[in-house]
């Protein structure tokens, strides 16, 4: 069965520009889930996504924005983009929302904003 | 104070050590323990899961929680350079009706032959 794949795996952007990720989950999965990674933060949550609705959302600015298709796959848009916002972008499947215990992840999308 | 402290690291140690990786946390809330591994340039993979104190073993993995001082600890038997990557720790907590899922900063160990 084939893994969570992302695309693109590296991008670079500057300052102001948007940028747009995309997320295939595992055949089968229906729940999304976003996080960025950073050296100083960590991997922090950015939101949950089944059935096409967002049922869970971190502590990130409304530039974050996220939606899931009718066939599971989610792409996440950042808008008016600031240095802070280069890091790993992980995107997550698994079945059932909430299923924290197995959830799967990609290998990230590495954005650098200059 | 972060809900989840984790020593970064480095880590370095020789090839057959036993390794002792390690996390503290502050929430009692949290209900389930995890451990990842994420090696360069990939997604974390999920190594060992447990929900209750004591240990669970697997293979040369043994993930040990320790509720009432609110640590969990990652060993790691027999290590090999394969084992070389990040380890994040990271709990769970009902919050708002959903799961949140709160990870360590991750470790990096290197395992050297």
């Known amino acids: 069965k084939a893994g969570v794949t992302q695309t693109p795996r590296y991008l670079i952007k500057t300052r102001g520009q948007q940028v747009t990720l995309s997320c295939s989950p595992i055949s089968g999965h229906r729940s999304v889930s976003w996080y960025q990674q950073t050296p100083g933060q960590g991997l922090q949550f950015l939101f949950e996504y089944f059935s096409e609705t967002q049922r869970n959302k971190g502590n990130f600015p409304g530039r974050f924005s996220g939606r899931q298709f009718s066939n599971s796959r989610s792409e996440m848009n950042v808008s008016t983009l600031e240095l802070g916002d280069s890091a790993l972008y992980l995107c997550?499947?698994?079945?059932?929302?909430?299923?924290?215990?197995?959830?799967?992840f990609g290998p990230g999308t590495r954005l650098t904003v200059l | 104070q972060k809900e989840v402290e984790q020593d970064p690291g480095p880590l370095s140690v020789p090839e057959g050590a036993i390794v002792s990786l390690n996390c503290t946390y502050s929430?009692?809330?949290?209900?389930?323990f995890m451990w990842y591994r994420q090696y360069s340039r990939k997604g974390p993979e999920l190594l060992m899961y447990t929900y209750s104190s004591g240990n669970k073993e697997d293979g040369r993995f043994t993930a040990q929680v320790d509720k009432s001082s609110k640590y969990i600890s990652l060993f790691i038997r027999d290590s090999q350079p394969s084992d070389s990557a990040t380890y994040l720790c990271a709990m769970s907590v009902r919050s708002g009706g959903y799961n949140k899922l709160i990870f360590g900063a991750g470790t990096r160990l290197a395992v050297h032959p």
């Open positions: 997550a499947s698994s079945l059932e929302p909430g299923l924290t215990d197995t959830q799967y």
């Open positions: 929430n009692s809330a949290f209900q389930y």
